[in-house]
């Protein structure tokens, strides 16, 4: 396939682009830095961007199987500037304007819905504190979400708990539109290995899907 990852720089989107490359994809990475990018190869196309521009966006997107965005905030002070929003509106506007499709973004877990199975101290302990103490992150996710569930795009909504730095097992879980019982981590090498499985999956089209251990 041919793909595009927004925020390959980041810890999901360097592991997007490494599998994607791996499994023999064509692949274009969105990046601000291409220094900071570790992956390469001769199937790696650098596509130099700071999102602002949405016409030169469309060259990143046009014609792809599918765009993959693992944008977001990287702390809470920039969550309250509304960054994964703001930085999702301009690839939303150029999927639109080509007619690229399949989109799918990283999220997080304490948007969905919890089971009624629970565990007590996840659903009365855990999740109250994490949303409370990352709340700036999650509003801002939240408005991130309506956008994409706006758009005209086949979109898949991933939702990650805590995001740990392990190498990929493929041993996860998934749900739709619920979270996991017991599921409080995952590594984001496995997060990377869940949306490239979802590409092709129709199962996961317009869903939230959350992904943990």
Same mark, same amino acid.
């Given at each position: 396939m041919k793909v595009t990852v927004f925020g390959a720089t =980041? =810890?999901? &989107?360097?592991?997007?682009v490494r599998q994607a490359l791996a499994a023999g994809h064509q692949v274009t990475a969105v990046v601000? @830095?291409?220094? #900071? *990018?570790? +992956? /390469? =190869? @001769?199937?790696? @196309?650098?596509f130099r961007s700071d999102l602002r521009d949405t016409e030169a966006l469309r060259e990143a997107v046009e014609g792809r199987d599918a765009v993959l965005s693992g944008l977001g905030a990287r702390s809470t002070k920039d969550a309250r500037t509304g960054i994964a929003a703001a930085l999702t509106r301009p690839v939303l506007r150029a999927l639109d /304007? %080509? &007619? %690229?499709? #399949?989109? *799918? /973004? !990283?999220?997080? &877990?304490?948007?969905?819905?919890? +089971?009624d199975d629970q565990r007590f101290v996840h659903r009365r302990v855990m999740v109250p504190l994490i949303s409370t103490l990352l709340k700036p992150v999650? @509003?801002? *996710?939240?408005?991130?979400e309506a956008e994409v569930r706006r758009? /005209? %795009?086949?979109?898949t909504l991933v939702r990650p708990p805590r995001l740990l730095d #392990? +190498? !990929? %097992?493929g041993a996860y879980r998934t749900a *739709?539109?619920?979270?996991?019982?017991?599921?409080?981590?995952?590594?984001?090498?496995? !997060?990377?290995?869940?949306m490239l499985a979802m590409i092709d999956d129709p199962a996961t089209v317009k869903q939230g899907v959350s992904v943990a251990y």
């Open positions: =980041g =810890g999901i &989107g360097q592991e997007l601000r @830095d291409p220094a #900071r *990018l570790s +992956p /390469a =190869g @001769d199937a790696l @196309d650098l /304007a %080509t &007619g %690229t499709r #399949r989109f *799918l /973004a !990283v999220s997080a &877990g304490p948007l969905a819905p919890e +089971p999650y @509003d801002d *996710l939240k408005v991130m758009s /005209a %795009t086949d979109w #392990r +190498p !990929v %097992t *739709l539109n619920v979270n996991l019982r017991g599921g409080s981590t995952i590594g984001r090498a496995d !997060v990377a290995h869940a």
